[in-house]
Every structure is written in C-alpha cells, then in structure tokens.
T-cell receptor, first 118, second 113 residues
Framework: GAVVSQHPSRVICKSGTSVKIECRSLDFQATTMFWYRQFPKQSLMLMATSNEGSKATYEQGVEKDKFLINHASLTLSTLTVTSAHPEDSSFYICSANRPGLDNTDTQYFGPGTRLTVL | QKEVEQDPGPLSVPEGAIVSLNCTYS??????FMWYRQYSRKGPELLMYTYSSGNKEDGRFTAQVDKSSKYISLFIRDSQPSDSATYLCAMSGRTGTASKLTFGTGTRLQVTL
C-alpha cells in the first residue's frame, strides 16, 4: 500500500503560538491532499483540500487565515495552525490522493498529529 | 439527517465470530465505497475499496454494496483480537483528484478472547 507520513506525531504548545504540521506522500506523487481533524470518539471532519501549486479549498466554517495550507510540491503539504488556542487541540490527519488504474483514485491517510494547546 | 449513518457501537464479539458492520446513506450520487480501519490514536488504514454494487473479498474481509438499498456492509470472518479497532465507512460520488470522502461516524469493534 501507499505510505503517507506526518510530522510531528505529537506537539504541545502554548496558547498564541503557531504550529506547523507536515504531510508527505513517500512513494507516490499526490496532486491533491486533504486535511482532517478528529475529536475524541468522533469521525473525521474535512477541513480543506490542498492542491499542488494552487490555493487550498476550505470547507464551510473553517477559517483559512487560521489554518494555513501550503502544497508546495507533489509530495508535501503543510498545515499551520496560527495563534493556536486550547479549542484547537485535536487530532489532525492528512490524506494523499493516489491515482490508480481506471481512474479509481484512493485516499491514503497519514498517522495523525495530536495537537495540545495549553 | 446525516448523509452517512453508521452505528457507533461498541460492538463486542468473541474471537472467531463473524462480524457484520454496516452503513446506510442517502446520497444516490455515491458510487465509490471504502472501509477504513482506525486503531486508537492512529490514522485510518484502507481495508476495502469497491465501485458501484456488488461484492469484493480480500482474505477474511468481504465488502458488499447494495446501491438499490443504499446500504453497504463489511464482513470479517474468523475475527481476531487484533481486529479490535474503529471501522469507518467512507464514500464519494466521483473519483479523480477532486474527490471528497464522506465518512460515517465509525463503529468501535472489540474482539474478546
């Protein structure tokens, strides 16, 4: 299967600081990556779609100025949580879209990043 | 009404049992159906991928899609304690680089010795 990595796996920061999370597709090129957040015992909520070389598309209710997304290459997307607050504490997961045969693209997920804002 | 409904469980079964996990959906445009397994504090792992109606088997796992009923299932045969995880169904109406997945809430499965 395809491999997607995330770094860091866990981060604790003070309120008001910014945190950058990296998502990499290790063995395939991904023109599209997705960022999700997941609260305890809840499902994944899509935050934004990250497209290589263009602006990200944000879901309704997600502040684009707070959650900055950069998809600078075909294997790397970054999510920066700016001026983080305790309510931003969550599990952030990225996925990378892998092109397949017969146009059956599949999303592969990273291991997630647990953010705790004190 | 949510687009995708999934019983959150928890579902507890003894080792060796056959497990049936299900999702229903309301959007008839969904054509691509996936099952992901998520262990605690980890990212989801793709288990099965099916297109349109029908069955697909992979080892101990069988995925079924019934588009006429808007109902999908995942069966796990000879369940093992290592199968204990949350199982998420996901679906989309299109493929390609702009496809977005709609997830169920996940069913937490516990396989006991």
């Amino acid at each position: 299967g395809a491999v997607v990595s995330q770094h860091p796996s866990r981060v604790i920061c003070k309120s008001g600081t910014s945190v950058k999370i990296e998502c990499r597709s290790l063995d395939f090129q991904a023109t599209t990556m997705f960022w999700y957040r997941q609260f305890p015992k809840q499902s994944l909520m899509l935050m934004a779609t990250s497209n290589e070389g263009s602006k990200a598309t944000y879901e309704q209710g997600v502040e684009k100025d707070k959650f900055l997304i950069n998809h600078a290459s075909l294997t790397l997307s970054t999510l920066t949580v700016t001026s983080a607050h305790p309510e931003d504490s969550s599990f952030y997961i990225c996925s990378a879209n892998r092109p397949g045969l017969d146009n059956t693209d599949t999303q592969y997920f990273g291991p997630g990043t647990r953010l705790t804002v004190l | 009404q949510k687009e995708v409904e999934q019983d959150p469980g928890p579902l507890s079964v003894p080792e060796g049992a056959i497990v049936s996990l299900n999702c229903t959906y309301s959007n008839s445009a969904f054509q691509y159906f996936m099952w992901y397994r998520q262990y605690s504090r980890k990212g989801p792992e793709l288990l099965m991928y099916t297109y349109s109606s029908g069955n697909k088997e992979d080892g101990r796992f069988t995925a079924q899609v019934d588009k006429s009923s808007k109902y999908i299932s995942l069966f796990i045969r000879d369940s093992q304690p290592s199968d204990s995880a949350t199982y998420l169904c996901a679906m989309s109406g299109r493929t390609g680089t702009a496809s977005k997945l709609t997830f169920g809430t996940g069913t937490r499965l516990q396989v006991t010795l």
